[in-house]
């Protein structure tokens, strides 16, 4: 598959899981891609955007708000995995997500 059928296979894979999801929780994906578009081309790109990008997020994450926030995230997750509301992420040995599971 070359890189172009892969980008389009993901765009189409993401257009239907987006398309389920309530609007608040579309918003968080579209806000998590943005988040990875500015690591890869945002402030010029490359590895020095992203570890530029590390050093704002250690910034942020290190406050007290942030700290509160992530906690409140982290019992969320945690109340939906015990409401079985999630499935457990499965991947390859290579790391990449394996399909239709």
Same mark, same amino acid.
């Given at each position: 598959?070359?890189?172009?059928?892969?980008?389009?296979?993901?765009?189409?894979?993401l257009?239907?899981?987006?398309?389920? &999801?309530?609007? *608040?929780? $579309?918003?968080?994906? #579209?806000?998590?891609?943005?988040?990875?578009?500015?690591?890869?081309?945002? %402030? +010029?790109?490359?590895?020095?955007?992203?570890t530029?990008?590390?050093?704002?997020?250690?910034?942020? &994450?290190?406050? *007290?708000? $942030?700290?509160?926030? #992530?906690?409140?995230?982290?019992?969320?997750?945690?109340?939906?995995?015990? %409401? +079985?509301?999630?499935?457990?992420?499965?991947?390859?040995?290579?790391?990449?997500?394996l399909?239709?599971?």
């Open positions: 598959m070359n890189v172009t059928d892969q980008a389009e296979e993901y765009e189409r894979a257009i239907q899981i987006v398309r389920r &999801l309530p609007p *608040e929780s $579309a918003s968080k994906v #579209l806000d998590f891609a943005q988040f990875l578009e500015f690591q890869v081309v945002g %402030a +010029g790109g490359g590895d020095q955007a992203f530029e990008g590390d050093a704002c997020w250690d910034a942020l &994450l290190a406050t *007290e708000g $942030a700290q509160c926030l #992530l906690e409140k995230m982290a019992d969320e997750a945690l109340s939906e995995i015990e %409401a +079985g509301h999630a499935r457990p992420m499965v991947s390859a040995e290579d790391g990449e997500s399909k239709g599971i």
